[in-house]
């Protein structure tokens, strides 16, 4: 089993709806990240955790929000999707004793129409 | 200015050659350098992290990194066509302990058989 695993892999959605991405890790790390990725942008971090109780914004948390549930569980969701949230997600961990090295999950392909 | 800028490419070598990426970064706090290759459709996987001046050398990838003049490259000697992807610079923001990575919009590498 993967270290990171994402669900959904792929999801179609209309416009309006309200979409979670759900994030699990085995890794025992207390970081968790979210990412986004566009053609040409790179990855933009739309929020991160420290741990349960430390929630944090990234750089364009607009239009998201997050649950960290337990340590091990961290999710996205768009509460009312819109057309430019059409991206690439990934979530990600980090161990925060050790080097500053992300391990991501295989990501998430989400299209809205 | 974005934090972390490369020239998005593609770059294109033959078989064999020295592929050369750049990296260049804005804030001067930051202090962990990070290559990650990312295949098409595929998540990020870290090749190279680079904490100090100079030069590290893992294979046949080299890490450079000149704090001075806010720059960081990766070398790829003897470029294979397996190396084909999308290398991700990413730089630690420096502000507070918080593990966040910025990355540059990527640069795709096409090696040419």
């Known amino acids: 089993d993967a270290d990171v695993t994402q669900t959904p892999r792929n999801r179609i959605t209309k416009t309006g709806k309200r979409i979670m991405l759900e994030c699990s890790q085995t890794k025992g790390h207390d970081r968790m990240y979210w990412y986004r990725q566009d053609p040409g942008l790179g990855l933009r971090l739309i929020y991160y955790?420290?741990?349960?109780?430390?929630?944090n914004k990234g750089e364009i948390s607009d239009g998201y929000s997050v649950s960290r549930q337990a340590q091990a569980k961290f999710s996205l969701s768009l509460e009312s999707a819109i057309p430019n949230q059409t991206a690439l997600y990934f979530c990600a961990t980090r161990d925060s004793s050790g080097a500053n090295v992300l391990t991501f999950g295989a990501g998430s392909r989400l299209t809205v129409l | 200015q974005k934090e972390v800028e490369q020239n998005s490419g593609p770059l294109s070598v033959p078989e064999g050659a020295i592929a050369s990426l750049n990296c260049t970064y804005s804030d001067r706090g930051s202090q962990s350098f990070f290559w990650y290759r990312q295949y098409s459709g595929k998540s990020p996987e870290l090749i190279m992290s680079?904490?100090?001046?100079g030069d590290k050398e893992d294979g046949r990838f080299t890490a450079q990194l000149n704090k001075a003049s806010q720059y960081v490259s990766l070398l790829i000697r003897d470029s294979q066509p397996s190396d084909s992807a999308t290398y991700l610079c990413?730089?630690?923001?420096?502000?507070?302990?918080?593990?966040?990575?910025?990355f540059g919009q990527g640069t795709t590498l096409q090696v040419k058989p």
């Open positions: 680079i904490y100090s001046n």
């Open positions: 955790s420290f741990d349960v109780k430390d929630i």
């Open positions: 990413a730089v630690n923001s420096p502000h507070g302990n918080t593990g966040k990575l910025i």
